[in-house]
């Protein structure tokens, strides 16, 4: 079965050349058929290859298969094989199965817009870029992988591009990660000069042997890097395009900006994690820097009206937990709660989309309400998956991984104690959002009238990803509750095992357990007595202004970078440099009128010329 | 043998040259540029013979006699164009032909 492993993603690529090139040709049903069973292929397919690693993992846990070589130069030689490790198995995993979900929920959601085979032509490329990027053994065709999705974000966020804004928002997103990933092309570069290969797994073993533990070298290289996870995961200070990103369709905003794009600048550092183990200082970085992103998107997501943009923010932060963990050194934490939050993330998009769906497309939560009984299917699941994203103890999968996470951080030497808090403080606001929502959107009287019916593309992906969200944190529990470690044991061969708890995690425990219950409360208490409804409807103040745009950094960077850009580009508009060949040439011409007019043809002004000239010769013959 | 200097016989070809070049350059009639230009030729005929003379060479004088001939030449060609400049323009004026076209086009 695992020498299939090169199907899982050309299968994907396979629908979207065939969509990609005949989609306008085909019928409707058959492009969706098309398109959602690729990724269905690629799904079969991986989880064939997990049961098989489960029953018998193969040795020392990785799995490679060459394709064939991608360029030979002197002193590099680039390979473009599939590396398959736990990881990477992880990862597989859950972009092909929700993947599926997700292309099932869109055969409904976009059904009779224009593009439909276009729009999984994309989709299934994003797929296919997607499965690339974590699978490469190298890191240049990783990098092919990173710049295809993408490409595909950009294609798939400017869809509905008959609307100026939706190519503007795409745009956005686009240059915004472009800027980050010429950092990360610098790192590129750098580790494949100074180590001579690009190859993940040798240069790793090089990059030890070759450099010092906090060298300047490892610490330039991670950090080079680490900005093109940064920007590819949206998080500070590059976390401005993801909100805007969200004028995809809904089930884009569910996979490429929930459940898996995003979360590949958390791979990179997890597929790197070696070379970040060489660099303490990057790792201080990342997590300060994740500490400010959980709790700029946190506040940000508490005042936001658009259902999506709630979302958006919420997943920024939620990354932010994630390189909250990378930053300490808590890999396997890391990967389980990117697992645990694809999973309620992308059931909270579709949710949304599938009440967007029957209220003609209405998002902003205050003209919703009342949507419990109408919409029983889409008020449980979302309740399930805000649960798990307000991390309710127990019954949440979102609870078991944010606490790993949490009981980690205490632990880390220096500053642990301080991002616990930045940590506990940005759950407490994600319960008091996450709620806030599920009041204003479910509860309370209705606004705008529901029309349409479901059917069963809707039901299915929203079923089974309530279930996992419900389910999937009991792979890996807390010692009280059984002690599963079925995440852990996956990861352990690459990522190793973390450190034992002590007895004082039992209050960190206990701490990060109330305190998503004290955010649910403070949302109820607030909704109940109408306050959020109050300050909705009232003139926004200063702060709550600042909230909105979340902090403002779009004004500063418009300030900062776009206006002295665009000022540059409607200098370099009218090519000053050809000024200077205009230049010369307009001189040339000038002289040229010049010297005509001492071409009148009177012999005597000639021979005056003749004269003069011949005088000066002899002159210069005499006296020179 | 009266030994003559050198200096007088240039001085006079120098003077000779001045004139001529003058009445070239000043002179519109074509008649009178002509008549300057076979003044000039002279005076440079005269530097010839004084030159031949101050360095006791036959040289100089047989240049002289080139000198005359091409003048000879070189009048002769002169005065047919200007008998055609005077057909075709009515005048003698050389200022008046300094078209590259035909006037009457």
């Given at each position: 079965?695992?020498h299939?492993?090169w199907l899982?993603?050309?299968?994907?690529l396979?629908?979207?050349?065939?969509?990609?090139?005949?989609?306008?040709?085909l019928?409707?049903?058959a492009?969706?058929?098309?398109?959602?069973?690729?990724v269905?292929i690629?799904a079969?397919i991986a989880?064939l290859i997990g049961?098989?690693?489960?029953a018998?993992?193969p040795?020392?846990?990785?799995?490679?298969q060459h394709?064939?070589?991608?360029?030979?130069?002197p002193?590099?030689?680039?390979d473009?094989?599939?590396y398959?490790?736990?990881?990477?198995?992880?990862m597989m995993?859950?972009i092909?199965?929700?993947?599926?979900l997700?292309?099932l929920?869109?055969?409904?959601?976009?059904?009779?817009e224009?593009?439909?085979?276009?729009?999984?032509?994309?989709?299934?490329?994003?797929?296919?870029?997607m499965?690339?990027?974590?699978?490469?053994?190298?890191?240049l065709?990783?990098?092919?992988?990173?710049?295809?999705?993408?490409?595909?974000?950009?294609?798939?966020?400017?869809f509905w591009?008959?609307?100026?804004?939706?190519g503007?928002a795409a745009?956005?997103?686009f240059?915004?990660?472009?800027?980050?990933?010429?950092?990360?092309l610098?790192?590129?570069l750098?580790?494949?000069?100074k180590?001579?290969t690009?190859?993940?797994q040798?240069?790793?073993?090089?990059?030890t042997?070759l450099?010092?533990h906090?060298?300047?070298?490892?610490?330039?290289a991670?950090?080079?890097?680490?900005?093109?996870g940064?920007?590819?995961s949206?998080?500070?200070?590059?976390?401005t395009?993801l909100?805007?990103?969200m004028?995809?369709?809904?089930p884009?905003s569910?996979?490429?900006?929930?459940a898996?794009?995003?979360?590949?600048?958390?791979?990179?550092?997890?597929?790197?994690?070696?070379?970040?183990?060489?660099?303490?200082?990057?790792?201080?970085a990342?997590?300060?820097?994740?500490?400010?992103?959980?709790l700029l998107?946190?506040?940000a997501?508490l005042?936001?009206?658009?259902?999506?943009?709630v979302?958006?923010?919420?997943?920024?932060?939620?990354?932010?937990?994630m390189?909250?963990?990378?930053?300490?050194?808590a890999?396997?934490?890391?990967?389980?709660?990117?697992?645990?939050?694809?999973?309620?993330?992308?059931?909270?998009?579709?949710?949304?989309?599938?009440?967007?769906?029957?209220?003609?497309?209405?998002?902003?939560?205050f003209?919703?309400?009342?949507l419990?009984?109408?919409?029983?299917?889409?008020?449980?699941s979302?309740?399930?998956?805000?649960?798990s994203?307000?991390?309710?103890?127990?019954i949440?999968?979102?609870?078991?991984?944010?606490e790993m996470?949490?009981?980690?951080?205490?632990?880390?030497?220096?500053?642990?104690?301080?991002?616990?808090?930045a940590?506990?403080?940005?759950a407490?606001?994600?319960?008091?959002?996450?709620?806030?929502?599920?009041?204003l959107?479910?509860?309370?009287?209705?606004?705008?009238?529901?029309?349409?019916r479901?059917g069963?593309?809707?039901?299915?992906?929203?079923v089974?990803?309530?279930?996992g969200?419900l389910?999937?944190?009991w792979?890996e529990?807390p010692?009280?509750?059984?002690?599963d470690?079925?995440?852990?044991?996956l990861l352990?061969?690459?990522?190793g095992s973390?450190a034992?708890?002590?007895a004082?995690?039992?209050?960190?425990e206990?701490?990060?357990?109330?305190?998503?219950l004290?955010g649910?409360?403070?949302?109820?208490?607030?909704y109940r007595?109408?306050?959020?409804q109050?300050?909705?409807?009232?003139?926004?103040?200063?702060?709550?202004?600042?909230l909105?745009t979340?902090?403002?950094?779009?004004?500063?960077y418009?300030?900062?970078?776009?206006?002295?850009?665009?000022?540059?580009?409607?200098?370099l508009r009218?090519?000053?440099?050809?000024h200077?060949?205009?230049l010369?040439s307009?001189?040339?011409?000038?002289?040229?009128h010049t010297?005509?007019?001492?071409?009148?043809?009177?012999?005597?002004?000639?021979a005056a010329?003749?004269?003069?000239?011949?005088?000066?010769t002899?002159?210069l013959?005499?006296?020179? | 043998?009266?030994?003559?200097?050198?200096?007088?016989?240039?001085?006079l070809?120098a003077?000779?040259?001045?004139i001529?070049?003058?009445?070239?350059?000043a002179?519109?009639?074509?008649?009178?540029?002509l008549?300057?230009?076979?003044?000039m030729l002279?005076?440079?005929?005269?530097?010839?013979i004084?030159?031949?003379?101050r360095?006791?060479?036959p040289?100089?004088?047989?240049?002289?006699?080139f000198?005359?001939?091409?003048?000879?030449?070189?009048?002769?060609?002169g005065l047919?164009l200007?008998?055609r400049?005077?057909?075709?323009?009515?005048?003698?004026?050389?200022?008046?032909?300094?078209r590259?076209?035909?006037?009457?086009?």
């Amino acid at each position: 079965m695992n020498h299939l492993l090169w199907l899982v993603p050309a299968s994907p690529l396979m629908g979207a050349t065939i969509l990609g090139l005949c989609g306008t040709m085909l019928p409707a049903r058959a492009a969706a058929i098309i398109g959602t069973a690729s990724v269905g292929i690629a799904a079969f397919i991986a989880i064939l290859i997990g049961l098989h690693w489960y029953a018998a993992a193969p040795p020392s846990h990785i799995l490679i298969q060459h394709l064939w070589t991608w360029l030979t130069l002197p002193g590099l030689t680039v390979d473009i094989s599939l590396y398959l490790d736990p990881v990477a198995l992880l990862m597989m995993l859950v972009i092909t199965i929700i993947g599926t979900l997700i292309h099932l929920f869109s055969t409904a959601y976009m059904a009779g817009e224009a593009g439909y085979s276009r729009y999984f032509a994309y989709l299934n490329l994003f797929v296919a870029a997607m499965l690339l990027l974590i699978l490469a053994s190298d890191l240049l065709v990783l990098f092919v992988g990173w710049e295809g999705v993408g490409v595909c974000s950009y294609l798939l966020v400017g869809f509905w591009f008959q609307d100026a804004a939706n190519g503007y928002a795409a745009r956005k997103s686009f240059i915004v990660t472009r800027i980050a990933d010429i950092a990360m092309l610098a790192g590129i570069l750098l580790l494949a000069v100074k180590l001579g290969t690009l190859s993940i797994q040798p240069m790793l073993a090089r990059a030890t042997e070759l450099w010092p533990h906090g060298g300047a070298w490892p610490t330039l290289a991670a950090g080079l890097l680490l900005i093109g996870g940064l920007g590819k995961s949206a998080q500070f200070p590059f976390q401005t395009w993801l909100p805007d990103a969200m004028a995809g369709p809904t089930p884009v905003s569910a996979l490429i900006h929930a459940a898996t794009m995003v979360t590949a600048g958390v791979y990179l550092v997890v597929r790197l994690h070696v070379l970040y183990l060489l660099a303490p200082d990057v790792l201080l970085a990342i997590s300060i820097g994740a500490g400010i992103t959980i709790l700029l998107a946190a506040l940000a997501a508490l005042v936001q009206s658009d259902i999506k943009r709630v979302l958006a923010y919420s997943t920024i932060s939620q990354i932010g937990y994630m390189f909250l963990a990378l930053g300490v050194g808590a890999w396997s934490a890391g990967m389980f709660h990117f697992l645990t939050h694809a999973v309620f993330k992308a059931l909270l998009f579709l949710s949304a989309g599938a009440i967007a769906m029957r209220l003609d497309h209405e998002q902003d939560i205050f003209k919703m309400g009342g949507l419990r009984t109408s919409l029983p299917l889409a008020f449980w699941s979302f309740l399930i998956g805000a649960a798990s994203l307000a991390a309710v103890p127990i019954i949440s999968a979102g609870s078991f991984s944010k606490e790993m996470i949490l009981g980690a951080v205490w632990f880390a030497p220096g500053i642990g104690p301080g991002l616990w808090a930045a940590g506990l403080l940005g759950a407490l606001i994600t319960a008091t959002y996450s709620f806030r929502v599920v009041f204003l959107v479910f509860f309370g009287p209705a606004h705008t009238p529901v029309t349409g019916r479901s059917g069963a593309p809707i039901a299915v992906p929203l079923v089974l990803l309530a279930a996992g969200s419900l389910l999937i944190g009991w792979l890996e529990t807390p010692s009280f509750l059984g002690g599963d470690r079925l995440v852990m044991t996956l990861l352990h061969p690459v990522l190793g095992s973390p450190a034992p708890r002590s007895a004082l995690a039992i209050l960190v425990e206990a701490a990060g357990y109330i305190v998503p219950l004290l955010g649910i409360a403070i949302a109820y208490t607030l909704y109940r007595n109408g306050h959020w409804q109050r300050v909705a409807a009232a003139e926004p103040g200063a702060l709550r202004r600042l909230l909105r745009t979340g902090f403002g950094f779009d004004a500063l960077y418009e300030a900062l970078l776009v206006r002295p850009f665009m000022a540059l580009v409607r200098a370099l508009r009218h090519d000053p440099v050809d000024h200077v060949v205009t230049l010369i040439s307009a001189a040339t011409l000038q002289l040229h009128h010049t010297l005509r007019r001492s071409q009148i043809g009177q012999i005597r002004r000639y021979a005056a010329w003749l004269m003069a000239g011949s005088i000066a010769t002899i002159a210069l013959l005499v006296f020179a | 043998m009266v030994s003559l200097s050198w200096h007088a016989p240039a001085t006079l070809a120098a003077m000779l040259f001045i004139i001529g070049l003058i009445g070239l350059l000043a002179r519109r009639s074509l008649i009178f540029v002509l008549m300057s230009i076979e003044i000039m030729l002279n005076a440079a005929g005269l530097l010839f013979i004084t030159a031949g003379m101050r360095w006791g060479n036959p040289q100089g004088q047989i240049m002289f006699i080139f000198v005359i001939n091409l003048a000879g030449a070189e009048l002769a060609l002169g005065l047919i164009l200007l008998l055609r400049l005077r057909n075709r323009l009515t005048t003698l004026d050389g200022d008046a032909a300094n078209r590259l076209r035909d006037v009457q086009a």
